[in-house]
């Protein structure tokens, strides 16, 4: 029996190099994608192929493309969407250039390498494309709107592939984490002072108060209900082994509470416990 082939981003750390070892551990050909060269040189020191995908560089996603399909004689099982960031701050203080950088990576970038997958799937007559969301794809929580909007739109665009895919051999899957242990809260520390003026912020009290303290002074400090980066690859496992997966898989307690609560509760009373952060 051939091999079956993975493609991951976002490998260099958390969810996606936890994948990465598991499914190779599981005898897929893994395809560990990152965005940086140093942690690809990395990742085929553990004898991983590691090619360089990053998405704000559409010129890196075809050619890390090209590098799986040409080691893989044209053929790929399964990809698995996985990098992303935030950008924390107050939606009145993200200027829509932040806006339109996160979306590239968050969004459009997720986009050209499903939309590069498709067609190879199709012509081999099978294929899954997994995509990592968030509980913040079904929920919105205050100061964390750019990341919201990417995942709300990939949400949207996830299912109608869903739908319109139900005619192919293609499964389309959303994985949705709440709070994961990773590098995620530290790497949203760059963004926010690269895109974040908060001391000319109306909201200056609030972002020294709230948001920095959480950002700067809680960094090991975990969430009350946050899970190894193993809790997401079980899921994956299914939602790439399973003859019948899922739509989408609810991973932590508080993806299941709100996929609840959002269709239980009116606006206003969602909008109270969401405030609370």
Not at 34 to 62: H, T, V, W
Not at 169 to 174: F, G, S, Y
Not at 195 to 211: C, G, H, M, N, V
Request: hydrophobic share 40%; net charge positive; aromatic share 10%.
């Amino acid at each position: 029996m051939q091999q079956k082939s993975i493609l991951i981003t976002g490998c260099s750390s958390g969810i996606g190099y936890a994948s990465a070892q598991e499914l190779k551990k599981r005898g897929w050909r893994v395809f560990a994608s990152c965005r940086k060269m140093e942690d690809c040189y990395q990742l085929k020191g553990q004898g991983f192929d590691s090619p360089l995908i990053d998405y704000s560089n559409p010129s890196s996603i075809a050619s890390g493309m090209e590098e799986v399909l040409t080691a893989t004689d044209g053929k790929l099982d399964a990809l698995f969407n996985n990098g992303a960031y935030a950008i924390p701050g107050a939606v009145e203080d993200i200027s829509t250039e932040a806006l339109r950088a996160i979306f590239e990576v968050n969004f459009f970038g997720w986009h050209d390498l499903t939309h590069r997958a498709i067609p190879v799937m199709r012509a081999q007559g099978r294929g899954r494309i997994v995509q990592c969301s968030s509980v913040l794809g079904l929920a919105t929580m205050p100061w964390r709107g750019a990341y919201n909007a990417t995942k709300f739109a990939l949400e949207g665009i996830t299912d109608t592939l869903r739908i319109e895919m139900r005619d192919t051999p293609i499964h389309i899957v959303l994985i949705e984490p709440g709070p994961i242990t990773s590098n995620f809260r530290l790497n949203s520390i760059l963004q926010f002072e690269n895109w974040i003026d908060w001391k000319a912020s109306p909201r200056s009290a609030q972002y020294r108060d709230e948001l920095r303290q959480r950002l700067y002074k809680n960094t090991q400090k975990t969430d009350l209900f946050e899970l190894p980066a193993k809790a997401v690859v079980k899921k994956l496992i299914h939602a790439l082994e399973s003859p019948r997966p899922q739509p989408r898989y609810y991973v932590t307690t508080p993806t299941y509470l709100l996929g609840i609560l959002r269709r239980i509760l009116p606006t206003r009373a969602l909008d109270a416990i969401m405030a609370r952060g």
